[in-house]
């Protein structure tokens, strides 16, 4: 996949739904009572892996593309698959499965594609274990393929060294079977979607601070959910409309939850034109429209809090910063290096690649903005925040970009590509 300088991006785009939040109704849909309609659920691999699994487990989902119906079985319905239950590259799909696959009467095993199976998983294993569940990473690894004995769980008061939403959920949804309240505080507080949704399929959940609580729910019961546009997928829009000049674009129907929006006060404090408009709410979540222009950017300092609210974006970010006056430095984001790659090395030698000076530090980068960028043969390494980010800066930069495993974005975004060439004046 090549690309090339633009002369502006202009028109109006509509982002595939929330991957978050498609991966959370499909799993809370089939441990409820009835029938669940989810409308805009992300047909990308990572949330088809969701329905795979769950399909293995016996439970009947339709998957006619916009709409998605998942006949629940409730909270004690599953069965135990036949075969090993296959996550792709879903870590989402992986670390939340453990934590109800742990309460149920059946054993199972999660596996995954080569780049799963090195991801860390000790850190949803030691809480869950500290429940009574009995999970083994392979050969005593901590990572995939995982072996879960379900059983009694009880529950805990878990203080959770990193601020992780796929560590919280895990927990949250064991201490949905588990015999006692079960408590989960983070350093900073990670995406909330599993609090609000679950608080919508009928369970009590509390939430103080960083810290949420759940209490043992007998049973769950289906709802309507309408998923709104993934703001992670908007990020490389609301990038690319500030960078490239001669730029506005309108992003419909966008989530904007404060635990993952960001992206819009990073923009902002950088200098960027970026309009919030027509805020509604789908399903207990905030949404709005967005309209973003070219604009004159500036560093900024991205530390803190800030962090788990936007840690998607931050390879979009990064290059972003590049095309700033001054300097921009991203602290506390050592989690970059366990996603699909080790985002920051892999940032770090792309834009260095093609001429950027910046700097890898142990968590996170410092890049000094302002000098013109040339086309390169870009490694995505297989991730597809590496690719977008990538096929957004190769419109800014002089020569030609070319982005190897660029078929990569069929992870989050199969139509990618085609959507941002719509946008190409």
Do not use: W
């Not at 029938?35 to 992300?42: A, C």
């Not at 294993?125 to 004995?149: F, K, V, W």
């Not at 006692?180 to 959940?205: D, K």
């Not at 309009?275 to 429209?289: M, Y």
């Amino acid at each position: 996949m090549k690309f090339v300088k633009s002369k502006g991006l202009r028109g109006e785009i509509t982002v595939p739904g929330d991957k978050s939040i498609s991966h959370r109704s499909v799993m809370f849909g089939s441990i409820a009572k009835g029938t669940t309609r989810i409308r805009r659920y992300l047909q990308g691999a990572d949330c088809l892996s969701t329905i795979s699994c769950f399909r293995k487990m016996g439970v009947e989902i339709e998957n006619t593309g916009d709409t998605v119906l998942v006949h629940g079985r409730g909270m004690r319905g599953l069965t135990c698959p036949e075969t090993p239950l296959d996550c792709g590259n879903s870590g989402t799909t992986m670390r939340l499965m453990s934590g109800i696959l742990a309460a149920q009467d059946f054993s199972a095993t999660l596996t995954g594609d080569e780049s799963i199976r090195k991801r860390p998983m000790n850190r949803i294993i030691e809480p869950l274990t500290r429940m009574g569940g009995r999970i083994t990473g392979n050969g005593g690894s901590g990572c995939a393929p995982l072996s879960i004995a379900g059983g009694p769980l009880s529950g805990i008061d878990y203080i959770s060294p990193v601020a992780s939403a796929q560590v919280k959920s895990a927990i949250l949804l064991a201490g949905l079977y588990a015999d006692g309240q079960t408590r989960v505080t983070e350093p900073y507080l990670s995406r909330n979607h599993t609090e609000i949704m679950l608080t919508h399929f009928g369970a009590r959940v509390q939430t103080q601070g960083t810290t949420a609580v759940v209490t043992p729910a007998p049973e769950l019961h289906a709802q309507q959910i309408d998923v709104p546009g993934d703001i992670s997928s908007a990020a490389y829009f609301i990038c690319a409309g500030l960078m490239v000049p001669n730029s506005e674009i309108f992003i419909r129907h966008v989530g904007i939850n404060p635990t993952r929006a960001g992206i819009l006060d990073v923009c902002r404090a950088m200098g960027g034109r970026v309009s919030v408009l027509n805020k509604t709410s789908a399903s207990g979540e905030p949404a709005a429209d967005l309209l973003v222009s070219s604009s004159s950017l500036h560093g900024t300092v991205i530390e803190g809090a800030l962090i788990p609210t936007l840690i998607d974006e931050l390879p979009m970010i990064a290059a972003m910063a590049c095309f700033a006056d001054g300097t921009t430095v991203i602290r506390d984001a050592a989690e970059l290096k366990v996603k699909e790659s080790n985002r920051i090395r892999v940032m770090v030698q792309n834009l260095a690649a093609m001429g950027a000076d910046v700097q890898e530090t142990d968590d996170g980068m410092i890049i000094q903005g302002g000098r013109p960028l040339h086309g390169a043969s870009i490694d995505s390494c297989l991730d597809h925040r590496i690719a977008m980010t990538f096929a957004v800066t190769g419109l800014c930069c002089d020569g030609e970009t070319s982005i190897l495993g660029a078929d990569c974005v069929r992870i989050s975004y199969p139509e990618f590509y085609g959507d941002l060439e719509k946008l190409t004046v």
